[in-house]
């Protein structure tokens, strides 16, 4: 009886811990970028079908075809200059290597080329989306969390921490504007590919 109940402890524990492991690692909304749509906690690749390339959110890379190859960069090519990160469609892809599949994406969402109809990041009221750092609510969100911080806990004579009121849930803080630019790397050509 006692290996059964140990058995069951064991299990609880560790389908908890599966569980704690799993929203942990699906969860990347600080790393997106502020022009990217709404509404995905995670998201590996970005697929922007009017220019036919990928942004890997994790590396914060674009991956687009050019002379016969596909190349991996931090910023777009200067053929691209045009075009409006924050006023185009976003495709999700949580796929490995979506380029290798262009075929599929191209066909599968080419009636997307031209919308303009996804609400960014940047503009969400979402309180979750605040914990990305170019986001414009996100200095006023750390604020908020470091003045919850400080007075929700005193410490009392001998070094025990007391929580108490501190009265101020109607603060109203100030922001900045965020930024979602592009940065200049190093070139790097991952591999070939068919587009």
């Not at 509404?39 to 991956?63: A, C, F, K, M, N």
């Not at 996804?118 to 604020?143: A, L, R, T």
């Given at each position: 009886?006692?290996?059964?109940?140990?058995?069951?402890?064991?299990?609880?524990?560790?389908?908890?811990?599966?569980?704690?492991?799993?929203?942990?690692?699906?969860?990347?909304?600080?790393?997106?970028?502020?022009?990217?749509?709404?509404?995905?906690?995670?998201?590996?690749?970005?697929?922007?079908?009017?220019?036919?390339?990928?942004?890997?959110?994790?590396?914060?890379?674009?991956?687009?075809?050019?002379?016969?190859?596909?190349?991996?960069?931090?910023?777009?090519?200067?053929?691209?200059?045009?075009?409006?990160?924050?006023?185009?469609?976003?495709?999700?892809?949580?796929?490995?290597?979506?380029?290798?599949?262009?075929?599929?994406?191209?066909?599968?969402?080419?009636?997307?080329?031209?919308?303009?109809?996804?609400?960014?990041?940047?503009?969400?009221?979402?309180?979750?989306?605040?914990?990305?750092?170019?986001?414009?609510?996100?200095?006023?969100?750390?604020?908020?969390?470091?003045?919850?911080?400080?007075?929700?806990?005193?410490?009392?004579?001998?070094?025990?921490?007391?929580?108490?009121?501190?009265?101020?849930?109607?603060?109203?803080?100030?922001?900045?504007?965020?930024?979602?630019?592009?940065?200049?790397?190093?070139?790097?050509?991952?591999?070939k590919g068919k587009r």
């Open positions: 009886m006692r290996n059964f109940f140990m058995a069951i402890v064991f299990m609880f524990l560790a389908s908890t811990l599966t569980a704690q492991l799993s929203v942990s690692l699906n969860f990347n909304v600080g790393s997106q970028p502020i022009w990217g749509p709404v509404g995905y906690d995670y998201v590996e690749y970005y697929y922007l079908p009017d220019i036919e390339t990928y942004y890997y959110v994790p590396q914060q890379r674009y991956y687009y075809y050019e002379g016969g190859n596909w190349i991996s960069r931090s910023y777009l090519p200067a053929r691209y200059s045009h075009y409006d990160l924050y006023n185009s469609y976003k495709v999700v892809v949580n796929e490995k290597d979506p380029w290798r599949n262009n075929k599929v994406y191209k066909n599968k969402y080419s009636s997307f080329k031209g919308r303009h109809d996804q609400q960014m990041i940047k503009n969400s009221h979402d309180q979750k989306y605040f914990v990305n750092k170019n986001h414009p609510e996100h200095n006023k969100w750390v604020q908020k969390q470091n003045n919850g911080n400080k007075n929700n806990f005193t410490k009392g004579n001998n070094n025990q921490i007391h929580k108490q009121n501190n009265g101020n849930k109607n603060d109203k803080n100030k922001g900045n504007n965020g930024n979602g630019g592009n940065k200049n790397n190093k070139e790097k050509n991952n591999g």
